[in-house]
């Protein structure tokens, strides 16, 4: 009898669900998006009831398209868009909507944070304090809504409150754990130092679990509503880039991936915290018990495509879309696109910033637009990829993942961009496998991920550099670097006319 696990893939735009049966195949996937929510500038939102609604109905499509009887899925695990903050009050239930990762109203307290600790917070948490994170959200609530912090008993992640939905088990998971800046990452502990310092009371702070520790099963309540079985059992999943990481087999330090889903992230695993990037790139836990991970984040990576097909070609087919780009060629007939539309994290932690078409021609058409949308976000990824090059690290190739993996061309563009081989997965849907080898390996399937992966990661093409782009988009890449000093000023000053 074949038995079965379930990757839960909570992202930015949708929500992902894989059933994997135990030879790693991808039996069936379902998928629900849900809205965002941005009712200022810099504000991005969600209601932490849309994803457990989404998460119920995909998996009531993953039943039903999948094949398999609900008593045969051993377990079930989780991938989640990070640091989000979702607060609960005595009941467990959600005070005001989840404040997302890429959520920038939190200048303010991200430079209060810097101004009280400096070094010290680096040293502790390994990460600067940045406004995505799940600290500096926690200090907007209590200087701007006093009346509900007041209220708040805990705070969770977002996939940590789905799970909690479906467990009724109150816990946050590590690696995510890590994306609050409230966790001394060496230690894998709460951070009494840093909760003091800003007056957070420890008492908020859940118990901590383990990626591949198992923290229940289904509630009767949930059971009923989703068709999964009360006997699945339940694992504490990943952040989504740590499960993207994995699910993609990035399980050395000589490897790397990129990942374009609502963000955009090259990662590379850490075996240890002793890597010092002085807080230029962020340094996690990882999903990976005892391992870290290091990355760089574009904040707007597939957002800036979807953002300029919902805005200027609404009614035309992704695909169809993105390929409209192809006959633009190299360098789209001189246009530049910067993608920082909510402000950038690496390699400029500028929460003010905005992003910018350059080198506007008459000439021009959409496709040349499209073409310089995909080319700018991935200029900012070898903005990233330099940065690991500057601390002495170079990869022989990336493995790319996530929904801007699921155009031939965008590889291709990638490839010649980072003038380094690209490695196309069987599934781009990382994340969620990597939450179902999270499963497998928390069910004793496997001794550990390495093995897991031998069976459950396939590559399926790898997609070379052609050299005269890659000569071509060197040249490129030195001028759009200039774009960043060059417009900060000015869209900053943009921004603020809005006040
Ligand atoms: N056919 C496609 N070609 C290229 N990019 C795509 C395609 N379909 C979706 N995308 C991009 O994938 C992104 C969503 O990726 P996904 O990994 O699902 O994100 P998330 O996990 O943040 O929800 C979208 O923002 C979109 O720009
Ligand atoms: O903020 C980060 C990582 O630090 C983001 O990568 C989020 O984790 C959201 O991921 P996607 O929805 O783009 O997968």
Not at 202 to 221: D, F, H, K, Y
């Amino acid at each position: 009898m074949m038995k079965y696990v379930i990757g839960v893939d909570l992202g930015t735009s949708a929500v992902k669900v894989l059933l994997v049966d135990q030879a790693g195949t991808v039996v069936a996937q379902a998928s629900e998006p849900y809205p965002l929510a941005q009712p200022h500038p810099g504000y991005s939102e969600q209601n932490p009831d849309d994803w457990v609604r989404g998460v119920t109905k995909a998996l009531q499509t993953l039943l039903k398209t999948g094949g398999a009887a609900p008593a045969d899925i051993e377990g079930l695990s989780y991938s989640g868009q990070m640091h989000g903050l979702v607060l609960l009050d005595a009941a467990g239930k959600p005070l005001r909507p989840a404040i997302l990762w890429n959520d920038t109203r939190t200048t303010k307290q991200s430079q209060e944070i810097t101004a009280k600790m400096g070094a010290r917070f680096l040293a502790i948490t390994r990460n600067r304090p940045l406004e995505g994170f799940t600290l500096p959200k926690l200090l907007w609530v209590k200087e701007n809504e006093p009346a509900i912090f007041a209220q708040a008993k805990s705070f969770v992640l977002p996939k940590d409150y789905v799970r909690y939905r479906m467990t009724g088990k109150l816990e946050m998971e590590l690696s995510d754990a890590a994306g609050t800046v409230l966790l001394d990452v060496g230690k894998k502990q709460w951070s009494q130092e840093v909760c003091a310092a800003f007056d957070i009371p420890m008492s908020l702070c859940p118990p901590l679990v383990e990626a591949t520790q198992r923290v229940g099963t289904i509630t009767p309540e949930f059971a009923q509503a989703s068709g999964l079985a009360t006997t699945t059992a339940v694992f504490g999943g990943g952040a989504d880039n740590a499960c993207g990481a994995i699910g993609a087999g990035i399980l050395k330090p000589d490897q790397a991936m990129c990942s374009i889903g609502t963000s955009g992230v090259v990662l590379t695993y850490e075996p240890d915290a002793a890597v010092d990037y002085h807080g230029q790139l962020h340094l996690f836990n990882h999903a990976v018990p005892n391992a870290y991970y290091s990355m760089g984040v574009t904040l707007a990576a597939g957002f800036s495509l979807s953002w300029f097909k919902q805005t200027f070609a609404p009614d035309v087919d992704f695909t169809a879309f993105v390929n409209s780009a192809a006959a633009a060629g190299v360098g789209a007939h001189g246009l530049l696109f910067t993608p920082y539309i909510v402000g950038e994290r690496t390699p400029y932690a500028d929460a003010k910033v905005r992003g910018s078409f350059v080198g506007v021609d008459a000439r021009q058409t959409r496709g040349d637009f499209v073409r310089a949308v995909l080319e700018g976000i991935t200029f900012s990824f070898k903005d990233i990829l330099d940065i690991y090059r500057q601390n002495g690290k170079a990869f022989s190739q990336l493995v790319s993942i996530g929904g801007g993996a699921k155009s031939p061309l965008w590889l291709q563009i990638q490839a010649d961009i980072f003038n380094t081989p690209i490695v196309r997965l069987q599934s781009e849907q990382g994340p969620g496998l990597g939450a179902a080898m999270l499963t497998a390996v928390g069910l004793g399937w496997f001794k550990d991920l390495a093995a897991c992966a031998e069976q459950f990661v396939h590559g399926k093409q790898v997609y070379q550099p052609d050299p005269v782009a890659a000569a071509q988009y060197a040249k490129l890449h030195a001028l759009y670097q200039q774009v960043y000093p060059a417009t900060a000023p000015i869209t900053a000053g943009l921004l603020a006319s809005q006040d």
